[in-house]
């Protein structure tokens, strides 16, 4: 079984932590600190609750000067690169906790704060706060970052305000009304990374969710002007290609689907059980007498818990499809239990959709184990 990543706060970790604190200040109390890690709950807090703890932990070891402890986490910083320790690592993200924390009333200090850390581990949760409590400020200097030398920096500026984050605070005045943040993504566009680029392109995606025409009338501007910036809007759309939009479709060359048809179209598990496969199989048939680009795609229609359906859309393919051709199509679906999605028993669905066009549903019944 995997070792949890919670655990990554072991004792090799803390020995190596505190090893840079003690460098940095002397005085520091190693063994209070690690006394009052290890309390009566440590075992039972998951990681980011972890997280939280050596942050107030943390804090309670220094002091109650915020404009000192933020110096010294820089610190503490460079000593730890001093003393190998990579940059990127994750498990040092309570730095810009304890900068979300505590520092909320001292954006100066924060932001530079911020733009320090971020180049150790990344800031992009931290930074939401502040986002939402300094609106023009902080978009300012995001803008700012976005042009920075250091390709961390350049990311926080678009990943840092994507209005709908995963596991983060969403921004609600941005899911309203984005355009603020447009010239920052603008501005990394053509950023030399695809580390950036890809969050570039994932905050167009968040932007499409609430304001899908913004993010189609960026993707026609922008397409067509060299390689990296096409996959970066056809990943930015890929919402909205699931969505399965007229505009978008023909945007990335998904057109009419007149002489496409379905046939044989079969569930050959009707049931299936938690932790089994649903398997399925069909014909695509062009009758026309030229070569069609299609988008192929199948919709999953889980149970709620309510009894109702709720569709889920899953990619098979997207390529031209010759005149004149019958192709045999088989796919599987996991029903194994994860984490993020809970089974109800009973009815679902299946569908094909071609070019967003959804074709006939198909039932199946998921039974237990």
């Known amino acids: 079984m995997a070792e949890l990543f919670k655990n990554v706060f072991n004792q090799k970790f803390f ?189 167009l995606n968040d932007i499409a969710k609430d304001n899908p025409n913004t993010v189609l009338q960026i993707a026609q501007q922008w397409k067509g002007a060299n390689e990296e910036i096409d996959w970066l809007i056809k990943h930015a759309c ?20 007149d002489s496409i048809k379905i046939a044989d179209f079969k569930i050959h598990t009707p049931k299936v059980a938690i932790g089994g496969v649903l398997e399925f199989s069909c014909k695509l048939i062009n009758s026309g007498n030229s070569a069609s680009k299609l988008r192929l795609e199948y919709g999953l229609y889980y149970q709620k818990a309510n009894g109702s359906l709720s569709r889920k859309v899953f990619k098979i393919s997207e390529k031209e499809y010759p005149e004149k051709s019958s192709t045999t199509l088989t796919r599987k679906q996991s029903f194994k239990v994860i984490t993020t999605r809970k089974f109800h028993l009973g009815k679902h669905q299946l569908c094909l959709i071609i070019n967003g066009n959804e074709f006939q549903k198909l039932d199946f019944e998921l039974v237990e184990k």
């Open 238 to 257: 890929r919402t909205l290609l699931k969505e399965g939009g007229t505009a978008v479709m023909a945007l990335f060359g998904f057109g009419a689907i």
């Open 15 to 203: 020995t190596v932590f505190t090893k840079a604190v003690l460098q940095v200040t002397p005085g520091f109390n190693k063994d209070n600190f690690l006394n009052d890690i290890y309390d009566d709950e440590w075992e039972n807090r998951e990681l980011k609750q972890r997280m939280r703890h050596i942050t107030v932990v943390l804090k309670n070891n220094l002091s109650d000067d915020f404009p000192k402890n933020a110096s010294i986490l820089l610190k503490i910083i460079e000593q730890l690169k001093k003393n190998q320790v990579k940059e990127s690592s994750l498990e040092y993200m309570f730095f810009p906790d304890f900068i979300e924390l505590y520092g909320l009333n001292y954006y100066s200090i924060s932001v530079r704060a911020f733009k320090e850390i971020t180049q150790f581990t990344s800031c992009e949760f931290a930074v939401r706060p502040f986002i939402i409590k300094y609106e023009a400020q902080m978009i300012a200097e995001l803008f700012q970052w976005s042009t920075h030398e250091n390709v961390h920096v350049r990311r926080l500026a678009s990943e840092g305000c994507r209005p709908r984050l995963p596991w983060a605070m969403a921004i609600p005045y941005l899911k309203k009304d984005p355009t603020s943040i447009l010239p920052i993504l603008e501005n990394l566009k053509n950023d030399p990374t695809l580390y950036v680029r890809r969050s570039v392109a994932n905050n």
